[in-house]
Structure formats: structure tokens, C-alpha cells
């Protein structure tokens, strides 16, 4: 009969720790969890600041272009902001087509545009995304 009354709280005990086992887990798991969908919301942020500030690159080089045709982007930082840079990478002349290559870094996040622009008739022609430069 003794013998009967450990074995209960064995058995008890272990039930315990397995349930803790299982709680602390699921507990762990959802704060695990927040804090990556905080940090997705950060990299997402980060990539619209990154594009929406390649486009004033774009625009500022455009205006840049059009007031001083022969007009080159400098060897280091174009535009920049309290976190972020802007690149003129490289600017073609092809007639009346001018090609920006556009890099701007936003901490982690890189957008890297493409824009051909008509300098006659002062309109974009084209504007991509690129995943990298490594064709220049």
C-alpha cells in the first residue's frame, strides 16, 4: 500500500513537469513569434523608405540633367537623410535617352532602379527594379 502512495506521486510529478514543459513552450513560441512579425514590419519599412527615396534620387538627377545637359553624377553619395543614401551609379547617353542607374540603401535594405528617361519630350520612358548592378 506505501509502495502504491510513492508511485501516485511520481506519476504526479511527472505529469507536472510535462505540462510545464508543454506551457513554457507554447509561451516561448508566440513571443518568438511577435518579434519576428515586428522585425518583417521593420524590413518592410525600411524597403518602402529605400524606394520611395530612390525615386527623389531620380527625380533630383532628372532635374540635374535637364538644367546642365552634360551634367555627372559624383563618385560618392548623391542625396542622403538621417538613415539613408543615395547613388547615382551610372548615367548613360544614348541620343535623347538618358540611363540612371539608382541605388539607394536604407540600413539593410537596397533598392536599386533603372530609369530611362526622354530628355526631349521630359518624360520617364522606362522604370525597373533591379535586383543588383551586376550587368553595369
Known amino acids: 500500500m506505501t509502495n502504491r502512495k510513492l508511485n501516485s506521486g511520481y506519476i504526479a510529478l511527472i505529469a507536472t513537469l510535462i505540462i510545464s ?3 513554457t513552450s507554447s509561451i516561448l513560441s508566440v513571443s518568438l513569434l ?8 521593420l524590413d ?8 520611395y527615396f530612390a525615386l527623389g534620387c531620380l527625380d533630383q538627377a532628372i532635374l540635374r540633367t535637364v ?9 560618392s553619395e548623391f542625396l542622403s537623410d538621417d538613415s539613408v543614401n543615395c ?4 548615367l548613360g547617353r544614348d541620343g535623347q535617352e538618358v540611363t540612371f542607374y539608382i541605388q539607394s540603401v536604407a540600413r539593410k ?6 530609369a530611362v528617361f526622354d530628355e526631349v519630350n521630359f ?4 522604370l525597373e527594379e533591379l535586383s543588383d548592378f551586376s550587368d553595369l
Open 34 to 41: 511577435g518579434y519576428q512579425s515586428r522585425s518583417n514590419l
Open 123 to 126: 518624360r520617364i520612358i522606362s
Open 67 to 75: 538644367q546642365s545637359p552634360g551634367w555627372q553624377p559624383p563618385s
Open 44 to 51: 518592410r519599412e525600411l524597403k518602402i523608405k529605400s524606394f
Open 87 to 90: 547613388y547615382v551609379k551610372r
Open 21 to 23: 514543459f508543454v506551457l
Open 109 to 114: 535594405s537596397v533598392t536599386n532602379l533603372k
